[in-house]
């Protein structure tokens, strides 16, 4: 089984039309299509979104027993599926299972020839499953009683592919996912690390399949140490599950201006961190003040710079966000701004502490 790349997410959340307008409207994601009872879609309403190699599928339940319903009453706004794009879904499916998989929907094929398009699905971490997804020559249709508006996948082109998934585990079962995604989905281990931020700490480790299309950094707390944004995380969520996704972006200054002209609001960084950053990196090629006006992160590893920026959360419980990227060389996940990042969040939380806690 070689995992390709990411086919596509799919959002569960409590208004499907609502989701996918933000996004619209705020990260300039082209709407693609949609499904619901009209199209012979049961239980549900989905709007499917793309830009560049991010596919995006929404959706809201409309019956109590549909998947989304659960997940939403359970976790508030989140992803509920990381499809996987393989070869072939029913064999990947037949192997993970094998290998210890919890299976969630068997293999189901639709279409035929080149325009032919099959599913299988198994658990992943928490309450978030991996669906396979193997696609005729032609590619076919996104997904049965999907009706599709357009194949365009340009939208506003702020943003090229997913470029992680950082995710959120409780404490002590972080090497037990990790072991999970290398046994059973043959991803390998790739960093680790330990951050320590004043009296709270977390580990960290990232597993990527060998495409590299498909990389999840895993987090967990230290549980010797204060509780911390994990562990809010954690109780907020109730449960493991995806603490943001990070979009990969090749002008994350045009990005960033962009999305904040549309209405994003991303965390502020302390000025002090723009004081230290050129006797902390060097020169990096992008002007200190332009950072600065925009509160965008900048690091540095052995194969170069990564910029990056997070975005204040709007979910009610505070457990959900997105991440802009831009690697310039760079392969690791900056490190060294975890400190920045725990410092803005914990002043959105200052300001808001109903939605954050």
Do not use: W
Request: glycine share 10%; hydrophobic share 40%.
């Amino acid at each position: 089984m070689e995992i390709q790349s990411i086919d596509h997410i799919e959002l569960f959340v409590e208004d499907a039309e609502e989701t996918a307008v933000g996004l619209r409207d705020h990260f300039g994601f082209a709407v693609a299509g949609r499904g619901g009872a009209r199209t012979g879609l049961r239980g549900c309403e989905s709007v499917l979104l793309r830009q560049g190699d991010i596919t995006l599928l929404v959706t809201s339940a409309t019956s109590p027993d549909h998947r989304a319903a659960e997940y939403v009453a359970r976790h508030g706004d989140g992803v509920g599926v990381i499809a996987l794009r393989v070869d072939d879904a029913r064999a990947a499916f037949a192997e993970t299972v094998g290998r210890g998989a919890v299976p969630v929907a068997p293999p189901e094929t639709f279409g035929d020839g080149g325009d032919q398009v099959a599913f299988a699905s198994v658990t992943g971490f928490g309450d978030v499953e991996h669906r396979f997804v193997s696609r005729g020559r032609s590619g076919g249709p996104f997904a049965p009683l999907i009706e599709e508006s357009g194949r365009d996948r340009s939208g506003q082109g702020l943003f090229t592919e997913v470029d992680h998934f950082a995710v959120c585990v409780p404490a002590g079962t972080l090497d037990a996912t990790v072991h999970h995604y290398e046994e059973v989905f043959g991803l390998r281990q790739i960093f680790e690390e330990r951050i320590a931020v004043g009296a709270q700490a977390m580990y960290s480790k990232v597993v990527q399949s060998g495409s590299e299309r498909l990389t999840l950094t895993i987090l967990e707390p230290d549980a010797s140490r204060d509780p911390g944004q994990i562990d809010r995380f954690i109780e907020a969520h109730d449960g493991a599950g995806v603490q943001h996704i990070a979009f990969l972006t090749e002008d994350i200054l045009t990005a960033v201006a962009k999305s904040a002209e549309r209405g994003v609001r991303f965390l502020a960084t302390p000025q002090s961190y723009y004081e230290m950053l050129t006797p902390r990196l060097g020169p990096i090629g992008v002007p200190t003040e332009a950072l600065r006006e925009l509160n965008v992160l900048a690091d540095r590893d052995h194969s170069g710079v990564m910029l990056q920026i997070f975005t204040e959360s709007r979910h009610p419980r505070g457990t959900f966000f997105y991440e802009l990227i831009d690697r310039r060389g760079a392969r690791t996940f900056g490190s060294s701004n975890i400190h920045a990042l725990y410092e803005a969040v914990e002043r959105q939380r200052a300001s808001n502490p109903t939605s954050l806690d």
